[in-house]
């Protein structure tokens, strides 16, 4: 018999499915709104769209692998068989964390050389991050998940260093009604990844059974929840703030024709 | 009992399934980067989101197929008796390979004569490489396989030999800042083709076995993302460097009224 209780199972599964409807809504309001911004910031509203795209389809994956995984059989959860593939959170963070940090620098509106540069660096750190706990978090012994787990908070570290250091002048720079929103993003951005190393050395320090993995599950999914679709909105009002009012651009430049 | 593990099962699992996400959000970013450059260089980006859009079809297929042909019984693998359908690659590369050359060809904006006549000769040598590979890959005897892999390599020397050769002019009428991105373009394509034959006569070396073939299945993968979705994006970066800056073709425009 399994520790974990219907009602445990039934939480996770509501939030999988909570997740997938409210990802895909906000990559519609994504895609859709980059009608709404100037042509320079559309490419940074593509961006976001496809973070909560990619993080949607893999928690379809997710919802479909936890309902293979288990079944209920006379008011008792059982294991079915099939192993519940966690991977998919790696997997799509592999591609989603360092996208993330490419649509901040795109609606910032960075010169080309200072996107290009930012944008491989902090997406190359992020993408570093993943890549070093993934052995932590499928390896059995505590001490491999402690190790790897400290490897990946070195790019993490180093990822808050750029963020409020090197790209301090950036913001300075920015017009003043988006200047707060921007910063805004920053903190929403350390804040929310911080949540995820908290779940994952939850594990390392022994929290086990079925409550631990409810509260992981389910702490997964807000943390990217409010990272991604969460986060896209800010990006989504910077881009807004930072564009002339429908009409007003063209006025402007009728003015001075 | 198969020699294949479980880890290695879920690793080309996840594997196909992060190449189906990267491919789908590949597609959207092309096709909504259509709106950020001179509609000249539209044509480009469409067909090379038709590149990503088809093979992130086949990703998905492979996926389902790969699914069906193992089960997981009591924590070891097991064959269902379905059949991994690996002819999905061929079919996928039939279309694709042409298609990765006119969009090259499409972003370098030549006249419409050379567009018609280097599109055309470029694509068919491409789709005779792809077909004259796969009896070889399907064969059972070495010897067939060396045959026509060997018959599959003159297309494309003579494809490497076109853009190295016939193609030179053309990249140095590039304009300046795009012509460095070209030549990067012309460098992946040859570069990322490359690993193809290394995996196919891998196969002819006599390589086989799980480890080989976790390694073939996923090798194919990383080659199919560099060579689509990370070509696309050079493809991208190109057209966009070609096309004035946002505003600035309304603002000429404006200035001659």
Redesign the interface.
């Known amino acids: 018999m399994l520790a974990m209780t219907v009602g445990q199972y039934s939480f996770v599964y509501n939030a999988f499915s909570f997740a997938f409807a409210t990802l895909a809504a906000a990559t519609i309001f994504f895609?859709l709104g980059?009608s709404q911004v100037?042509?320079?910031y559309?490419?940074a509203l593509?961006?976001t769209?496809?973070v909560t795209?990619?993080a949607s389809?893999?928690y379809f994956?997710i919802f479909e692998s936890w309902t293979a995984a288990y079944n209920i059989v006379d008011g008792t959860l059982v294991a079915s068989?099939?192993?519940f593939?966690d991977?998919?959170r790696y997997?799509?963070w592999?591609?989603t964390v360092p996208l993330l940090l490419v649509e901040l620098i795109l609606v910032m509106g960075l010169s080309r050389q200072e996107t290009i540069s930012r944008g491989f660096r902090l997406g190359a750190l992020a993408a570093l991050m993943v890549a070093l706990g993934y052995p932590g978090e499928v390896a059995t012994e505590v001490g491999t998940r402690w190790a790897w787990g400290i490897a990946s908070m070195i790019p993490f570290v180093w990822i808050v260093v750029e963020l409020f250091g090197g790209l301090s002048k950036s913001i300075a720079a920015q017009p003043e009604d988006a200047r707060g929103l921007v910063k805004t993003a920053r903190w929403v951005t350390v804040l929310s990844w911080s949540f995820y190393p908290v779940v994952y050395f939850a594990g390392a320090i022994g929290l086990e059974g079925a409550t631990a993995k409810t509260v992981v599950q389910v702490g997964y999914t807000i943390a990217d929840i409010v990272a991604k679709a969460g986060f896209g909105v800010l990006i989504y009002m910077i881009a807004v703030r930072k564009s002339p009012a429908p009409g007003v651009?063209?006025d402007a430049?009728?003015a001075n024709?």
Chains 1, 2 share one sequence.
């Open positions: 895609w980059r100037s042509a320079q559309r490419t593509t961006v769209g496809m795209f990619i389809y893999h994956r068989g099939a192993v593939n991977a998919y997997v799509d592999l591609l651009a063209l430049r009728l024709a």
